[in-house]
């Protein structure tokens, strides 16, 4: 009964972050996106703590932390380099097999992408890194997370083409 409450609560927590994702890349805004992102990796931590995957729910922590960081001090190459740092500490401390690997990657191209990028380069990393955390929720059997994930891909294909149409529209006018 334990187990089945937990893979609910955990389908739950993955959908929930299914929608704040969606809305999220979305956005054309990066601060509206960084805000939405921060409340759905809340959902996300939730859920791989309840299903048990410890390095993913702590990297999914982290990723809050990274977030509230990265948004107030954007280009800071030492701040990037702590969360960098916590990030490998967490991963050690919490590792249990190479199932948590993805999450990893995941956090490394969340965390370059967002002190580092802005508009459109930022989109692609944080696409990367979705693909990353779509094999983690694969690998401990999320079905909201995957989804999520899936539906991340989607909506920040769609929303980088726009960004780039916008961006080509605004160069015909000037030119």
């Known amino acids: 009964?334990?187990?089945?409450?937990?893979?609910?609560?955990?389908?739950?927590?993955?959908?929930?972050?299914?929608v704040l994702c969606v809305l999220a890349?979305?956005?054309?805004?990066?601060?509206?996106?960084?805000?939405?992102?921060?409340?759905?990796?809340v959902a996300f931590a939730l859920q791989f703590m309840v299903l048990g995957s410890w390095t993913a729910s702590a990297l999914s922590l982290l990723v809050i932390a990274r977030i509230a960081?990265?948004?107030?001090?954007?280009?800071?190459?030492?701040?990037?380099?702590?969360?960098?740092?916590?990030?490998?500490v967490a991963s050690v401390l919490t590792w249990q097999?190479?199932?948590?690997?993805?999450a990893i990657v995941a956090m490394v191209l969340g965390t370059v992408s967002m002190f580092l990028l802005r508009?459109?380069?930022m989109r692609v990393f944080l696409g990367l890194a979705a693909l990353a955390w779509m094999l983690s929720?694969?690998?401990?059997?999320?079905?909201?997370?995957?989804?999520?994930?899936?539906?991340?891909?989607?909506t920040n294909a769609i929303t980088i083409y726009?960004?780039?149409?916008?961006?080509?529209?605004?160069s015909e006018i000037i030119d």
């Open 69 to 88: 960081f990265a948004r107030r001090y954007p280009n800071s190459k030492a701040v990037m380099a702590v969360i960098l740092a916590l990030s490998g």
């Open 162 to 170: 726009r960004l780039y149409r916008t961006k080509q529209r605004y």
């Open 97 to 102: 097999n190479w199932a948590d690997l993805p």
């Open 137 to 154: 929720h694969i690998l401990v059997g999320s079905v909201g997370g995957t989804l999520a994930e899936a539906m991340v891909l989607l």
């Open 1 to 18: 009964m334990h187990e089945g409450y937990n893979l609910v609560a955990g389908q739950f927590f993955g959908l929930v972050s299914l």
């Open 25 to 41: 890349f979305s956005s054309k805004q990066d601060d509206r996106l960084l805000m939405l992102l921060l409340s759905a990796n």
């Open 119 to 121: 508009g459109i380069p």
